[in-house]
């Protein structure tokens, strides 16, 4: 039981469904259990890829990584964001520890805001403002994102306690909010490319990024 005294919880069933998965990760073909689950409205769904450890293993606690969806840079590999990358470095981690899970929340693009305003925000990136102004100036939040869904999977995994990949503090305290124990927090080192650079800068200066 976590400190925070939270049990873990399942989730309704006809909130999740499960298959395997085989990906492809550096040339190699790998097989991890694959979890989609539907939160409290259609828009918001997550997956969960699991590589679960078996005897003792099974008990150790996991590595987490809770990555919010980019369709610019996962999918078409954008080089104005560290995603991709970040992603990259977690699926390799995850596959390579006894217990690992990766949360992939495709509703938090744009952080939050969808990928419709998230390119006008790039318009106004393309101007001169940092992220966090151009958000600012077509009326958004600066970082829209909740973690809510993220737990509750956690708690339907059975694991209310985890190390979490992450540079972003607010994504630990909401996490904790949620009733997630931290154990430790393990960096996401990207290098800094010529498109990134003001941007990774930004979330350091201006967001507390631990980059």
């Not at 999740?16 to 097989?31: H, K, N, Q, W, Y």
């Not at 699926?91 to 929340?105: C, K, S």
């Not at 509750?152 to 009733?179: C, S, W, Y």
């Amino acid at each position: 039981m976590p400190a925070s005294g939270v049990q873990a919880k399942k989730l309704d069933t006809d909130r999740s469904a499960r298959t395997l998965l085989p990906i492809e990760l550096d040339g190699i073909e790998v097989v991890l259990e694959a979890r989609a689950y539907q939160g409290k409205d259609e828009h918001t769904q997550a997956m969960a890829l699991i590589n679960r450890g078996k005897g003792p293993e099974a008990g150790e606690v996991p590595l987490v990584r809770v990555h919010s969806g980019c369709v610019t840079g996962d999918i078409f590999h954008s080089l104005r964001c560290d995603c991709r990358a970040q992603l990259d470095a977690a699926l390799r981690r995850i596959t390579a520890t006894p217990n690992g899970i990766l949360i992939y929340l495709p509703y938090h693009e744009g952080r939050g805001i969808g990928l419709f305003k998230k390119i006008k925000a790039y318009a106004l990136q393309d101007q001169g403002r940092d992220t966090v102004d151009a958000n600012i100036e077509i009326g958004e939040p600066i970082d829209a994102r909740e973690y809510e869904l993220a737990a509750e999977i956690l708690q339907d995994l059975g694991f209310v306690r985890i190390h979490l990949m992450t540079n972003n503090p607010a994504k630990i305290e909401a996490l904790e909010d949620a009733g997630i124990e931290i154990i430790d927090r393990v960096p996401v080192v990207i290098r800094p490319g010529a498109h990134n650079e003001h941007y990774l800068e930004t979330k350091r200066r201006r967001m507390s990024h631990k980059l």
